[in-house]
T-cell receptor, first 111, second 113 residues
């Protein structure tokens, strides 16, 4: 069964460093999303992407964040200068219409 | 700010019991999805409901979308220890620019053998 994959599973970085989180969505899906979940809190929407552009972003998704679909399969989230409060699980999701399928997540730890 | 409130937050029951989890909002959703999440893993999709009043069954799990598409429920019949986990509802806002999901507060279910 097709699934969303994410790499790395765990990323540790120092404050101020750039990180790139990678995702491979399900191949025939057209809508891509990033969400995050701070430990013990709700899953929060960050950004949605369709037709090679951002279709919606949340207040969290400021100038330090960017997304890219560099080729036909990968979807990346870049954080330019990480802060301690960026520590969280980051989930990629993809959908064809309503049903969103989530990847296993990348645990980002900023020290 | 839209909120999806789930109740109860925590539920501990014995194997074989029935239970219902509720997901309520004052907002209308175009679709509502139920997920199950294990610690340290991504949410796993259980079901999507789209039509007001819709009922879907997945083995011992029954999902219902309210007529006004503001609320939903998950009913589990004869719970088993394998049902233990965090259950999340998530809705896509009606008339929204995208199908971004707003997640509920979660219900942590523990089924004792």
């Amino acid at each position: 069964e097709p699934e969303v994959t994410q790499t790395p599973s765990h990323q540790v970085t120092q404050m101020g460093q750039e990180v790139i989180l990678r995702c491979v969505p399900i191949s025939n899906h057209l809508y891509f999303y990033w969400y995050r979940q701070i430990l013990g809190q709700k899953v929060e929407f960050l950004v949605s992407f369709y037709n090679n552009e951002i279709s919606e972003k949340s207040e969290i998704f400021d100038d330090q964040f960017s997304v890219e679909r560099p080729d036909g399969s990968n979807f990346t989230l870049k954080i330019r200068s990480t802060k301690l409060e960026d520590s969280a699980m980051y989930f990629c999701a993809s959908s064809s219409v309503y049903e969103q399928y989530f990847g296993p997540g990348t645990r980002l730890t900023v020290t | 700010t839209q909120l999806l409130e789930q109740s109860p937050q925590f539920l501990s029951i014995q194997e074989g019991e029935n239970l219902t989890v509720y997901c309520n909002s004052s907002s209308v959703f175009s679709s509502l999805q139920w997920y199950r999440q294990e610690p340290g893993e991504g949410p796993v999709l259980l079901v999507t409901v789209v039509t007001g009043g819709e009922v879907k069954k997945l083995k011992r799990l029954t999902f219902q979308f309210g007529d006004a598409r503001k609320d939903s429920s998950l009913h589990i019949t004869a719970a088993q220890p394998g049902d233990t986990g965090l259950y999340l509802c998530a809705g896509a806002r009606y008339g929204g620019a995208t199908n971004k999901l707003i997640f509920g507060t979660g219900t942590l279910l523990a089924v004792q053998p």
